[in-house]
Nanobody
Framework: QVQLEESGGGTVSPGGSLRLSCVASGTILSLDVMGWYRQAPGKQRELVATITMRGSTNYADSVKGRFTISRDNAKKTAYLEMNRLKPEDTAVYYC??????????????????WGQGTQVTVSS
């Protein structure tokens, strides 16, 4: 059983900043890729940023230079620092982890898990 606790969402004015956190807990043998995705009303969920266990990062073109993803492996936590926010960044932000865990038969398996999401609203 895995749990993801997301926090840090809220409402901010254009040009403002927010920092999202995602804490993973539960039966995780190895926490591989941690990432943030977002879904705006009427749109498909899209990748925002990902980070591997070794710290390699990947960003959507729309957030490059404004958002920074980082992680603390010891705390099993990923962060998303969002600066110079724009109204088009408004969405529900979801944390996703790829990890080595145990399936229902207690066998080791590569698994993924999504958080419940946290709302980010950028509005004046």
């Amino acid at each position: 059983q895995v749990q993801l606790e997301e926090s840090g969402g809220g409402t901010v004015s254009p040009g403002g900043s927010l920092r999202l956190s995602c804490v993973a807990s539960g039966t995780i043998l190895s926490l591989d890729v941690m990432g943030w995705y977002r879904q705006a009303p009427g749109k498909q969920r899209e990748l925002v940023a990902t980070i591997t266990m070794r710290g390699s990062t990947n960003y959507a073109d729309s957030v490059k230079g404004r958002f920074t993803i980082s992680r603390d492996n010891a705390k099993k936590t990923a962060y998303l620092e969002m600066n110079r926010l724009k109204p088009e960044d408004t969405a529900v932000y979801y944390c996703k982890v790829d990890y080595l865990g145990q399936n229902s038969d207690y066998e080791y398996e590569d698994l993924e898990y999504w958080g419940q999401g946290t709302q980010v609203t950028v509005s004046s």
